[in-house]
């Protein structure tokens, strides 16, 4: 992979400026993270949550495919680099703070967004409204089914 261009964001201005402008402007938390949600373009359905730093930002706004920074390797990382499950950007917002991503995706290969080669990384459901102590069950939900 080609080296991209050190990212290069605008600072950050004033309270009026990062939520009114229009000018990009990241607030990367204590770690150089930012956080980035991915739902499907077509359906709406929330795929995936993952971080990115600059670099992974940067990549993303570039080439078009979503890039990451993985936390437990330590190292960038392309979405679909070794399933072929790529992630197309299709639109790109920030939130109002501008310290959140949100794409809107197409997914390439077989469909699976997850490592696991679920469609989501959002394949269960957590049991809300427990008695107080019980723990919390988790309930896989029915329509995801694993590609792998």
């Known amino acids: 992979m080609t080296q991209a261009t050190p990212p290069s964001f605008a600072a950050r201005g004033s309270a009026a400026d990062i939520e009114q402008g229009l ?7 204590a770690d150089g993270l ?4 991915a739902t499907d373009a ?14 992974a930002l940067q990549r993303t706004i570039d080439t078009g495919e979503a890039h990451f920074w993985s936390r437990s390797r330590s190292r ?13 950007v299709v639109e790109m917002r920030v939130d109002c703070d501008q310290d959140a991503v949100w794409m809107r995706v197409a ?6 967004a997850c490592h696991t080669g679920e469609r989501s990384c959002f ?8 008695p107080n ?7 896989r939900v029915p329509h995801d089914v ?3």
């Open 23 to 29: 000018v990009l402007q990241p607030k990367f938390d």
């Open 34 to 37: 930012i956080a980035a949600i």
């Open 42 to 55: 077509t359906s709406g359905e929330v795929l995936m949550f993952a971080w990115m730093n600059a670099e």
């Open 76 to 88: 960038l990382w392309r979405k679909g680099e070794e399933s072929g499950n790529v992630l197309k």
């Open 107 to 112: 997914v390439g290969g077989e469909g699976a």
């Open 123 to 130: 394949y269960r459901r957590v049991a809300i409204g427990l």
């Open 133 to 139: 102590g019980q723990a919390a069950g988790l309930a």
């Open 146 to 148: 694993k590609k792998r």
